[in-house]
């Protein structure tokens, strides 16, 4: 054994102890280390010939490395929609690695079990039924491409062909119609072969981003019985828009199309009695994607793909080798994602979820939510600013009140940043740039909004 090696063998309870000191030293003062850091590139170190052990990997990433990296796990970091992860999380997480099972076949491990167990929790407090079968995958991206795989299959099966035998060109031109799709659908269509170009923007409601029912009905009516494929938005990242789920559900009566939803982090409308109105629906729908990783609080990488064809999935996501074994009645996760050899990405989610329950959970999306309208509201007052859209949930999406050109605004979010003491992500919605607020961590509260207020009032 490499000398480094042996030692950290002998020092490994030692050296999980200092790491643990300093990850308490690090989530201690989160709150209050500068929320994001101008990114000064490290120059690239050459590849060490004798290593440090992991003493020395953890003094020098601590000097070289951590004073770059942003308080995107504390609660003023407001950009893009970013969780951060509960206490049980961050012990789950641990643990993963700590025990660093393969959650890929049933062979010799209870592990695949433990997600199983989770993916049924997550099934029951997405108001989801026992007709839909998931899995973890890395994120909502990866989420929407399993969800937009398995759609491409049906297709193939209402035209007699099999997508995932015979390849893509087997079925022609495929229409995907949505309102305002997330990118990661583009990026999807593309990995799928689908294309960029296959999506059909469908016309949304007047002032909003959520689609307009009449002219998707329209639009499916052209297809003239074509089958094909419908993303409905169940939260959009601008204004955090709902699709009406229920009413594009109808619409299967009169033509053939697979339903997708995204609800990357809207669907946890459905933990708040408040706001499932929102989600009303969702269980209608052939396939569904959340984030965990968002607004479940947990550790990046994860979120659940939901599905109510696990018989489709399991044609494209098989992989059968006498080693693996055939996918049974019950397939093990390597026949239903796309990666084959994964970590137990379950375990933060099951951990959080033991911890704090569903009302552990509906509390942390109901604060945010109540923080988000407490923002707007602050904004709205501030003669420099004005709301780009109502705050429908947890999204605050303003702009300056005159001359919002992106030079400006973008000067606004940099002077935000510098600050310290918040990180905000700008956008351009419906031409006109902005900046969006996004709440969906844990740890904020109403004294975070103040100090947002405090820093954006002078700017
Ligand atoms: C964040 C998000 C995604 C992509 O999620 P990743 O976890 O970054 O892959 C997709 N759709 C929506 C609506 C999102 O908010």
């Not at 000191?21 to 004798?50: H, I, K, N, T, W």
């Not at 026992?130 to 973890?136: I, L, N």
């Not at 269509?189 to 689609?211: D, K």
């Not at 709902?242 to 459905?270: C, M, N, S």
Request: proline content about 6%; charged content about 20%.
């Amino acid at each position: 054994m490499d000398p480094s090696l042996a030692d950290d063998l002998a020092r490994f309870p030692q050296l999980l102890d200092d790491a643990r000191r300093y990850a308490v030293e690090v989530l201690s003062g989160v709150a209050d280390r500068p929320v994001a850091v101008p990114p000064q590139r490290p120059r690239p170190a050459p590849l060490p010939d004798r290593g440090t052990g992991a003493d020395g990997a953890l003094s020098r990433f601590r000097d070289r490395w951590a004073p770059g990296f942003s308080g995107s796990a504390g609660p003023r970091y407001l950009g893009f929609v970013t969780g951060g992860s509960t206490p049980a999380s961050v012990t789950g997480d641990w643990l993963t690695s700590t025990f660093d099972q393969n959650a890929v076949i049933n062979a010799d491990s209870t592990a695949l079990d433990l997600e199983r167990e989770t993916v049924g929790w997550l099934r029951e407090l997405f108001g989801l039924s026992a007709a839909h079968e998931g899995a973890f995958v890395t994120g909502a991206t990866m989420s929407n491409f399993v969800g937009l795989a398995i759609a491409r299959e049906w297709v193939g099966e209402q035209l007699g062909v099999s997508v995932a035998q015979d390849g893509v060109a087997a079925l022609g031109e495929l229409p995907v119609l949505s309102g305002s799709p997330h990118s990661s659908v583009y990026k999807a269509l593309a990995m799928l072969g689908l294309g960029r170009g296959s999506v059909h923007e469908v016309a949304t409601m007047i002032g909003r981003e959520a689609v307009d029912v009449d002219r998707l009905d329209a639009e499916l009516a052209a297809l003239d019985g074509r089958p094909t494929i419908v993303v409905a938005n169940a939260g959009t990242v601008n204004t955090v828009d709902f699709d009406d789920l229920r009413a594009i559900a109808a619409l299967r009566q009169r033509y053939p199309f697979w339903l997708h939803v995204d609800a990357a982090f809207g669907g946890f409308a459905a933990l708040s009695p408040q706001h499932a109105e929102l989600v009303a629906g969702l269980d209608e729908a052939d396939s569904v994607c959340v984030d965990l990783h968002k607004w479940l609080n947990v550790p990046y990488d994860s979120a659940i793909q939901f599905t109510r064809r696990r018989d489709l999935q399991v044609r494209i996501f098989q992989n059968a080798a006498a080693y693996l074994g055939l996918p049974t009645d019950d397939p093990d996760f390597v026949h239903l994602t796309p990666e084959s050899s994964r970590r137990l990405r379950a375990l933060p989610a099951w951990f959080t979820l033991t911890a704090y329950g569903r009302q552990g959970h509906r509390e942390i999306v109901e604060r945010d939510v109540a923080l988000a309208r407490e923002l707007g509201d602050r904004i709205a007052e501030l003669p420099h600013l004005r709301l780009l859209a109502p705050v429908r949930l947890n999204v605050v999406c303003f702009t300056l009140a005159e001359d919002p050109s992106a030079q400006r605004v973008g000067a606004l979010a940099r002077a935000v940043a510098e600050s310290g003491e918040a990180f905000l992500t700008p956008t351009v919605y419906r031409g006109t740039p902005g900046l969006r607020a996004a709440f969906s961590n844990w740890r904020t509260t109403n004294s975070d909004v103040t100090r947002i207020v405090d820093i954006l009032r002078p700017l």
